[in-house]
């Protein structure tokens, strides 16, 4: 494979014992799977959710567990490993880097959780994956003794067939809102929600990202968090994981959960078209598709587009770390830059990914080819809200205009 761009000592970040030993051999098993789920790719996308061979595989490699607490066996790299890990598996399936990175997060979130809530999913099983909504406006909680009741319909919750518990993002609601609404996050037992079957999408098929349903189920206090306990600083969970990745303001750095699925789906992308050029012929003329300066200029382009998008997303994730472990809390402009950035970023690979298509002509057209399937998980991949261009770039005007955040969770 061609690897234009990459460099491959790019990915190395210390792990939490030192040293780079650890780091590099989880990113050469995730490496590893590249090929099974390219050859599997097409399953999965007709299952509609992870194969259970891929699950399998994931849970065997401990991808899963990458920033998970090391207290609890967990590997606890730095917040970087989920761009790192998520590019190198959308090489071959931009769904299962999907969900792996939407999962691999829940393990971070959690440690911030109270160590009653932690030790409630952990103590059960190490291994259990967590689902997630963060869409506050499709449920409503309001207080009870102990805890909260919570009903809700949420869309979008990938690998909820795969998972055992869910985080919820709601509104709480009170009889007296002259204080103002509360947002917050719940964390419920798979037996407390309903999975609904609605999961038909043109990209990025095999994530199984149904919708989940909640009616009236209790939820204990510790098995919730505030959002405004999560934007940066010790959390609940900081006395049990002292670990600053754990202090790292959480919905500023939203993006960089997913935006590794978009990078390595475009490098995927160009890598495909590189070599493919370097042997097609033109069919009407005979031309070596290499030997046009448009095929070479469209290759730059879309290879400036992948580096600087690899370059921003690794960047910001590492500097956030860098201000954790000084005891930092970004303020809201910085915060705003980081939504900025990540949505950038994206968007740049979904550039490089249209421009690719576009030059690969009625090829990219057949089902049997990786090209169609790369264009249109771009393209569901880039239509997240956390990608949203013109919200995070608005957001980020405002701030710099002296005006208020509109981003609530920030």
Same mark, same amino acid.
């Given at each position: /494979?061609? =690897?234009?761009?990459?460099?491959?000592?790019?990915?190395?970040?210390?792990?939490?014992?030192?040293?780079?030993?650890?780091?590099?051999?989880?990113?050469?098993?995730?490496?590893?799977?590249?090929?099974?789920?390219?050859?599997?790719?097409?399953?999965?996308?007709?299952?509609?959710?992870?194969?259970?061979?891929?699950?399998?595989?994931?849970?065997?490699?401990?991808?899963?567990? /990458?920033?998970?607490?090391?207290?609890?066996?967990?590997?606890?790299?730095?917040?970087?490993?989920?761009?790192?890990?998520?590019?190198?598996?959308?090489?071959? *399936?931009?769904?299962?880097?999907?969900?792996?990175?939407?999962?691999?997060?829940?393990?971070?979130?959690?440690?911030?959780?109270?160590?009653?809530?932690?030790?409630?999913?952990?103590?059960?099983?190490?291994?259990?994956?967590?689902?997630?909504?963060?869409?506050?406006?499709?449920?409503?909680?309001?207080?009870?003794?102990?805890?909260?009741?919570?009903?809700?319909?949420?869309?979008?919750?990938?690998?909820?067939?795969?998972?055992?518990?869910? /985080?919820?993002?709601?509104?709480?609601?009170? $009889?007296?809102?002259?204080?103002?609404?509360?947002?917050?996050?719940?964390?419920?037992?798979?037996?407390?929600?309903?999975?609904? *079957?609605?999961?038909?999408?043109?990209?990025?098929?095999?994530?199984?990202?149904?919708?989940?349903?909640?009616?009236?189920?209790?939820?204990?206090?510790?098995?919730?968090? =505030?959002?405004?306990?999560?934007?940066?600083?010790?959390?609940?969970?900081?006395?049990?994981?002292?670990?600053?990745?754990?202090?790292?303001?959480?919905?500023?750095?939203?993006?960089?959960?997913?935006?590794?699925?978009?990078?390595?789906?475009?490098?995927?992308?160009? *890598?495909?078209?590189?070599?493919?050029?370097?042997?097609?012929?033109?069919?009407?003329?005979?031309?070596?598709?290499? $030997?046009?300066?448009?095929?070479?200029?469209?290759?730059?382009?879309?290879?400036?587009?992948? $580096?600087?998008?690899?370059?921003?997303?690794?960047?910001?994730?590492?500097?956030?770390?860098?201000?954790?472990?000084?005891?930092?809390?970004? $303020?809201?402009?910085?915060?705003?830059?980081?939504?900025?950035?990540?949505?950038?970023?994206?968007?740049?690979?979904?550039?490089?990914?249209?421009?690719?298509?576009?030059?690969?002509?009625?090829?990219?057209?057949?089902?049997?080819?990786?090209?169609?399937?790369?264009?249109?998980?771009?393209?569901?991949?880039?239509?997240?809200?956390?990608?949203?261009? *013109?919200?995070?770039?608005?957001?980020?005007?405002?701030?710099?205009?002296?005006?208020?955040?509109?981003?609530?969770?920030?």
């Amino acid at each position: /494979m061609a =690897a234009i761009g990459r460099d491959p000592n790019a990915g190395l970040s210390p792990s939490p014992n030192g040293g780079d030993n650890a780091y590099a051999a989880m990113l050469a098993r995730a490496e590893a799977l590249i090929p099974k789920l390219s050859a599997r790719a097409s399953r999965t996308e007709e299952l509609r959710r992870l194969p259970p061979e891929t699950e399998s595989e994931l849970h065997e490699s401990g991808l899963f567990r /990458m920033l998970q607490p090391q207290r609890v066996g967990g590997s606890e790299f730095d917040y970087v490993a989920l761009v790192d890990c998520a590019e190198r598996l959308a090489r071959g *399936d931009a769904s299962v880097a999907w969900n792996l990175a939407n999962l691999s997060s829940h393990h971070w979130m959690l440690g911030m959780f109270d160590k009653r809530a932690q030790d409630l999913v952990w103590g059960e099983n190490p291994d259990a994956l967590i689902a997630s909504s963060f869409i506050f406006p499709a449920g409503r909680a309001r207080k009870v003794d102990g805890g909260y009741v919570l009903s809700g319909n949420w869309p979008f919750s990938s690998g909820v067939d795969s998972s055992q518990w869910n /985080m919820l993002a709601s509104v709480v609601t009170s $009889d007296d809102e002259a204080d103002g609404i509360e947002y917050r996050i719940f964390l419920l037992r798979k037996s407390d929600y309903k999975t609904v *079957d609605r999961w038909n999408a043109t990209g990025l098929r095999g994530t199984g990202s149904n919708d989940v349903q909640v009616d009236d189920a209790f939820v204990a206090e510790p098995l919730t968090v =505030a959002v405004n306990a999560l934007g940066g600083g010790p959390t609940p969970g900081s006395a049990v994981n002292p670990n600053p990745l754990y202090t790292l303001p959480v919905f500023s750095l939203f993006p960089y959960v997913l935006s590794g699925v978009a990078l390595g789906n475009a490098q995927a992308c160009l *890598d495909d078209y590189v070599d493919l050029a370097q042997d097609r012929a033109s069919t009407y003329n005979r031309t070596k598709i290499g $030997d046009l300066q448009s095929t070479q200029i469209k290759i730059a382009e879309a290879s400036a587009k992948i $580096d600087a998008a690899r370059l921003i997303m690794r960047s910001t994730c590492i500097e956030a770390m860098a201000a954790a472990r000084r005891g930092r809390v970004p $303020d809201i402009p910085t915060k705003a830059k980081a939504r900025r950035d990540g949505a950038f970023s994206v968007n740049l690979c979904t550039e490089a990914v249209s421009l690719l298509f576009s030059a690969s002509g009625a090829r990219g057209l057949y089902m049997s080819g990786a090209l169609q399937r790369q264009f249109r998980d771009a393209h569901a991949i880039n239509s997240h809200l956390a990608f949203n261009f *013109d919200a995070a770039g608005t957001n980020y005007g405002r701030v710099a205009l002296g005006l208020p955040s509109e981003n609530l969770t920030l």
